[in-house]
């Protein structure tokens, strides 16, 4: 099978024979990857006393793992194009497996934010050279069912990894969230070694190192600085505006380089699908999605079923488990949908149902019962699910074929970006807004929070009236032009 210019024919209405056995491969390997980006949430309270570090410290294992992607799925675009997908496989998978080993082993936090890292590098080069070989292997009118399938890996993962981590530090401690993975993921290894053997088509594009430079300098300030402001009361040997500062430079840096070196195709994240309104308008509803998903729903809604409800990690594993199996049942349907009547029939409804969810969740007291909880979060998973497959096959279906890897490491680089940004702004607010003089967020920081999430909700709820029906439905005019 070769991914080739005929594969990728805007008017082919089949899939390739072997399509269906190399994305199986590529959704398992990716899904057991992506379930560590929030395995460890509701672990950040032993962690926090196990490791003698802050709660402003330790939620960097999470932001940190979403940064670290940030940082590298921009250059993925140009590693599609450089090498085979069988090579970007078993280097992601060797990455990941290693990084799941540095942090089984880990002595204390630094070691265990570099293993951490090192599985964020390998998980980042995964999510775009699955949906590019979604977009590239499926017919049109059959990827809203195949980004379904895509959409648990990337949103029901993300959901279910409390639930996993709970039932595991509940009896075997945190350590095991990485020995229970890393046979999994050795096994992903060797499946991939046997049966992706793929031909491809490559060509040698050079490896700007000043895009990468500006682009980690660029994300790490931001990330770092946001995160900063509610670390030890806001005291810092350097002030969080000075990250803040130099992050935005650099991005502002970087997004020039790449305007100059896409005029002679050598940008290494090429922008030019922003110049498409089907592509920037979903894009913008993920981002603002993906906040409210891994910052909110995957961090703050654990903090406060055990440090308000006072639950037990096995307990508040369970409680999301129920919004995580709703989202993975709701994949493929929604996706059939999406096929059917298009994006605006289904995120409209979506943004708004996850928007009253968000200001349900800020009513919470300490005297709410656990099933309200459960019951806000099913709206909010039903609503994202109702979200996650229309977006992410509008935004790559409105592009050409040979601007797929870079449009999916636009939007795998944004979405990141949203979670680490949405979880360093929430555990902020959260921490400066508590009551206890240690910064550790109690009833009234997290429903601050909240509050916060709410405000997020009805924005993205506003950008969801600007979703047309037919964006990224079919093929091409939207592609084509």
Same mark, same amino acid.
């Given at each position: 099978m070769t991914e080739t210019a005929a594969i990728a024919e805007p008017d082919r209405q089949t899939t390739p024979p072997k399509a269906t056995v190399l994305l199986s491969v590529l959704v398992a390997s990716a899904f057991v990857m992506i379930l560590n980006e929030t395995?460890?949430? #509701? $672990?950040?309270? &032993?962690?926090?006393? &196990?490791?003698?570090?802050? +709660?402003?410290?330790?939620?960097?294992? +999470?932001?940190?793992?979403?940064? +670290? !992607? $940030? /940082?590298?799925? %921009?250059? +993925?675009?140009?590693?599609?194009?450089?090498f085979t997908p069988r090579q970007v496989f078993l280097t992601a998978m060797s990455l990941f497996s290693l990084g799941t080993l540095l942090s089984g082993l880990a002595p204390g936090f630094g070691v265990l934010l570099v293993g951490r890292v090192v599985q964020a590098a390998g998980t980042a080069v995964m999510l775009p050279l699955l949906m590019t070989s979604a977009m590239r292997l499926v017919p049109p009118n059959k990827r809203g069912a195949t980004m379904g399938t895509i959409s648990i890996v990337i949103a029901v993962a993300p959901a279910v990894g409390p639930t996993i981590g709970g039932a595991v530090l509940s009896s075997l401690g945190w350590r095991w969230m990485f020995w229970i993975v890393l046979p999994l993921a050795v096994i992903a290894l060797v499946i991939g070694a046997v049966w992706l053997r793929l031909d491809s088509e490559t060509?040698?594009? %050079?490896?700007? /190192?000043?895009s990468v430079v500006l682009s980690a300098i660029g994300f790490g300030g931001l990330l770092y600085g946001l995160s900063a402001f509610g670390e030890s009361g806001g005291a810092h040997a350097v002030p969080p505006w000075v990250p803040l500062v130099v992050g935005a430079v650099a991005l502002v840096l970087f997004v020039s380089r790449q305007l100059r070196l896409q005029r002679d195709d050598k940008a290494l994240l090429d922008l030019r699908p922003f110049r498409n309104r089907s592509f920037v308008v979903p894009l913008v509803l993920a981002a603002l999605l993906f906040m409210c998903l891994l910052? $909110?729903? $995957?961090? =703050?809604? %654990? @903090?406060?079923?055990?440090?308000?409800?006072?639950t037990s990690?096995? #307990?508040?594993?369970?409680? #999301?488990?129920p919004g995580g199996l709703l989202m993975g049942l709701m994949g493929r349907p929604v996706g059939r949908l999406f096929d059917r009547i298009g994006p605006r029939p289904l995120v409209i409804p979506g943004a708004a149902a996850m928007a009253v969810a968000l200001w349900l969740f800020a009513t919470l007291t300490p005297q709410s019962s656990l099933g309200a /909880?459960?019951?806000?979060?099913?709206? @909010?998973?039903?609503?994202?699910? @109702? !979200?996650?497959?229309?977006?992410?096959?509008?935004? =790559?279906?409105?592009l050409p074929d040979h601007l797929y890897s870079h449009g999916s490491a636009i939007l795998g680089t944004l979405q990141q970006v949203a979670g680490a940004f949405g979880t360093a702004v929430f555990v902020t607010v959260s921490s400066l807004s508590s009551a206890n003089p240690a910064g550790i967020p109690d009833a009234a920081g997290l429903r601050t929070a909240f509050i916060v999430a709410g405000g997020i909700g009805l924005l993205a709820f506003a950008t969801a009236l600007f979703i047309r029906k037919t964006d990224g439905q079919g093929t091409s005019a939207a592609a084509v032009h």
């Open positions: 395995i460890l949430s #509701v $672990a950040l309270r &032993d962690l926090t006393v &196990d490791l003698n570090v802050s +709660t402003t410290t330790v939620q960097w294992l +999470t932001s940190g793992f979403l940064l +670290t !992607m $940030a /940082v590298v799925i %921009p250059i +993925t675009g140009f590693l599609l194009e450089r060509r040698s594009v %050079p490896l700007d /190192v000043l910052g $909110a729903a $995957a961090i =703050l809604l %654990p @903090l406060y079923l055990q440090t308000v409800l006072k990690t096995f #307990v508040s594993g369970l409680a #999301v488990l /909880v459960i019951g806000f979060h099913l709206l @909010l998973m039903l609503g994202l699910s @109702l !979200m996650m497959t229309p977006l992410m096959t509008s935004t =790559l279906s409105s």
